[in-house]
């Protein structure tokens, strides 16, 4: 069974940094993309980063430039780094695993941040 667990989420103030993680269970880690996600209150849910399976990198224009996003083979997890934080990007932040090899998506519970002074 495909466990993702993020976390890394709490209180930050603006222009302060999180580093979220996405950790996965029960998949053949190597053979999956990840994307991280977010959704704000009464806002539909947006995709933020994605990496995929080789590592190749993509970020939304909304973040470029102060989120990277990153991934640990040996770990099993993926790394969202957020720099200068800003109150519109609060939202409860998921991850998103695509297994390339029984071809399913699977969704992890998400972790919340919240950018407040």
């Known amino acids: 069974q495909v466990q993702l667990v993020e976390s890394g989420g709490g209180l930050v103030q603006p222009g302060g940094s999180l580093r979220l993680s996405c950790a996965a269970s029960?998949?053949?880690?190597?053979?999956?993309?990840v994307g991280w996600y977010r959704q704000a209150p009464g806002k539909q849910r947006d995709k933020v980063a994605h990496?995929?399976?080789?590592?190749?990198?993509h970020i939304a224009d909304s973040v470029k430039g102060r989120f990277t996003i990153s991934r640990d083979n040996v770990k099993n997890t993926v790394y969202l780094q957020m720099t200068n934080l800003k109150p519109e990007d609060t939202a409860n932040y998921s991850c998103?695993?695509?297994?390339?090899?029984?071809?399913?998506?699977?969704w992890g519970q998400g972790t919340q941040v919240t950018v407040a002074s």
């Open positions: 998103n695993l695509y297994d390339f090899v029984n071809r399913r998506e699977h």
């Open positions: 029960g998949t053949i880690f190597d053979q999956s993309a």
């Open positions: 990496i995929s399976r080789f590592g190749t990198p």
